[in-house]
C-alpha cells in the first residue's frame, strides 16, 4: 500500500487554510516578516497580550519553525526541542509559562510527557497539538492535565488567540485548596464550605465547581464544561450544565447576598473573581 506523501506547500495549505484562502502560496511567503498577510494572519484583530516564556516540543521542523516565529511576533520568548525525553527534561528544568506540547513526538509522546510532568507537581499551562481528530484524544489530553487542545490543521490566528488567552493565566503553584471569595473545595476531599457553612455536593456537581474555582473570574463556555464533566460535547450534554449550575446555585448560594457563579450572556459561565462572592 502507498502512502502519498504531502509536499511542503500541501501541508501547509492543509494546516493553515486562511493563509491559502488568502492567496499565500507557500510557507516561505506567508512567513515572510515584511509581507502585508502577515498581521491578519497572525493577529486575526486580537490585540497582543502580554509576553510569555514558551517551549515549544514539535517533530515536525518547518511546523515548529513557523510557530516559533508566530510567537516571537507577538512579543513571547520561545524555545524549540523536537524529541520527546529532551523536551521532558527541559520542560522540567526550564522556567516557561506555557508549553505547545505535540502528541506524536520521537521517544516519548504527549500524553506520556504531559503524564510525568503532571505526576511531578509541574503546573505549567500546556497547549497540545495533534492531528488525530479523534474525540477519546482530546478527552486524553484534557482529563490528563492539559488545559486546553488544538487539532491539525489549524489556523495560525487561533493557536496564537489560545497562547495569548492560556499566558493571560499563568499558573500558580498547585494547592488542595481552592478559594472564591468565601468559597473554599478542598479537591482531595470534595469538601466544600461557604463561610462556616459545610454543602453536601455530588461528584459531578463537585467537579463542575472545581473546573470554575481552578480559574476565578474566567467564563466556560457550556461545550468546554461539557467536555470537561462529561467527556463530549452534544447538545443534550449542554442542556445538562445549565442544570446542574442552577443545582450549584441552589446549594451554594443559601443565605448569601451575592450569587457565586454568574451568568455571562451568550458565553457561558464564571465564579466571581472578587472576595465579595
Known amino acids: ?11 501547509f495549505n492543509r494546516c ?20 502585508p498577510l502577515w498581521p491578519r494572519l497572525l493577529l486575526g484583530g486580537v490585540i497582543k ?12 521542523v518547518k511546523l515548529a519553525t513557523h510557530l516559533s516565529r508566530a510567537l516571537e511576533a507577538e512579543g513571547h520568548e520561545a524555545r524549540l526541542v523536537h524529541d520527546g525525553q529532551v523536551g521532558l527534561v527541559e520542560a522540567r528544568e526550564g522556567n516557561y509559562d506555557l508549553f505547545v506540547l505535540d502528541v ?11 503524564r510525568q510532568l503532571r505526576s511531578s507537581g509541574v503546573p505549567t499551562r500546556i497547549l497540545m497539538l495533534t492531528a488525530r481528530s479523534e474525540n477519546p ?4 489530553g484534557l482529563t490528563g492535565g492539559a488545559d486546553d487542545y488544538l487539532t491539525k490543521p489549524f489556523a495560525m490566528n487561533e493557536l496564537i488567540a489560545r497562547v495569548n488567552a492560556l499566558g493571560r493565566r499563568f499558573a500558580a503553584p498547585p494547592s488542595r485548596l481552592l478559594r472564591a471569595g468565601d468559597v473554599t473545595l478542598n479537591i482531595e476531599t470534595r469538601e466544600v ?31 468546554e464544561l461539557s467536555e470537561r464533566i462529561w467527556e463530549r460535547a452534544h447538545e443534550y450534554d449542554t442542556k445538562l450544565i445549565e442544570i446542574y449550575i442552577g443545582r450549584l446555585r441552589k446549594k451554594i448560594d443559601e443565605g448569601a447576598t451575592q450569587p457565586l457563579i454568574k451568568t455571562v450572556r451568550h458565553l457561558g459561565y464564571a465564579v466571581r473573581g472578587d472576595s465579595s462572592a
Open 1 to 11: 500500500m502507498l502512502v502519498r506523501a504531502d509536499s511542503t506547500n500541501e501541508r
Open 16 to 35: 493553515y487554510p486562511q493563509a491559502a484562502l488568502s492567496g499565500c502560496a507557500s510557507p516561505i511567503r506567508c512567513f515572510s516578516w515584511a509581507g
Open 49 to 60: 497580550s502580554e509576553s510569555v516564556r514558551i517551549l515549544v516540543i514539535e517533530d515536525e
Open 104 to 114: 506524536e513526538l520521537p521517544r516519548m509522546d504527549g500524553f506520556e510527557i504531559l
Open 137 to 140: 484524544d482530546k478527552i486524553a
Open 193 to 223: 464550605c461557604r463561610g462556616e457553612r459545610c454543602i453536601v455536593l455530588s461528584e459531578r456537581e463537585c467537579a463542575l465547581l472545581r473546573v470554575l474555582m481552578r480559574e476565578p473570574g474566567r467564563v466556560f463556555s457550556r461545550m
